[in-house]
């Protein structure tokens, strides 16, 4: 079964760093891309961008493009998404989710979302 | 920017057909697109239902279909239930590995 297991929330302050986590179990890491995904509170879905671990290639959405960096571990088959400077507007659920094969057209497995608060 | 567009809210009858749209604001959605749509309920995870324009996932009821609907994709559900009141959102595969969520539209089955 296709699994993907996201780190806990994280209560973090204005300009702090931050790194969460999807570790993928139940396929092979390597030969699917992982996208990550935010939904901010009441909000719609926004793509952030996408990774594929075999040789860590990574696109980025223009709209999130410097906002955020997207890695990968592929020797514990896990995912990242990081920031190095938190803004009270990167409140949000953030997930990940696998996508399809050789290319990144479509998710079929979604992890359980990580609830990231910045406030001070 | 490319814009996908949806339908901010919809509502249908229990056992009725709805049809949701997924548009660009800029030319036609085709199966170069990819399109696939998910469904989410409040406090969940999305989950997919329609990929490759109308490819159920694994599990998807049979009521749920894709198909393109003149210049957009569309998700049809054919004998609504009370469990489909959620929200839907279009994936729009773009270029170089990019894509694009629509807004989402809000069904109320009612």
């Known amino acids: 079964e296709v699994q993907l297991v996201q780190s806990g929330a994280e209560v973090k302050e204005p300009g702090e760093s931050l790194k969460i986590s999807c570790k993928g179990s139940?396929?092979?890491?390597?030969?699917?891309?992982i996208g990550w995904v935010r939904q901010m509170p009441g909000k719609g879905l926004e793509w952030l961008g996408i990774?594929?671990?075999?040789?860590?290639?990574?696109r980025y959405s223009p709209s999130f493009q410097g906002q955020v960096t997207i890695s990968v571990d592929k020797s514990i088959s896990t995912a990242y998404l990081q920031w190095s400077g938190l803004k009270a507007s990167d409140t949000a659920i953030y997930y990940c989710?696998?996508?399809?094969?050789?290319?990144?057209?479509?998710?079929?497995?979604w992890g359980q979302g990580t609830l990231v608060t910045v406030s001070s | 920017q490319t814009v996908v567009t949806q339908e901010p809210s919809f509502s249908v009858s229990p056992g009725g057909t709805v049809t949701l749209t997924c548009g660009l604001t800029s030319g036609s959605v085709s199966t170069s697109y990819y399109p696939s749509w998910y469904q989410q309920t409040p406090g969940q995870a999305p989950r997919t239902l329609i990929y490759s324009t109308n490819t159920r996932s694994s599990g998807v009821p049979d009521r749920f279909s894709g198909s393109l609907l003149g210049n957009k994709a569309a998700l049809t559900i054919t004998g609504a239930q009370a469990d489909d009141d959620s929200d839907y959102y279009c994936?729009?595969?773009?270029?170089?590995?990019?894509?694009?969520f629509g807004g989402g539209t809000k069904l109320t089955v009612l």
């Open positions: 989710a696998r996508s399809s094969g050789s290319y990144p057209y479509y998710f079929d497995s």
């Open positions: 990774i594929y671990p075999g040789d860590s290639d990574t």
């Open positions: 139940g396929y092979i890491f390597t030969n699917y891309w």
């Open positions: 994936l729009l595969y773009l270029d170089s590995g990019i894509s694009v």
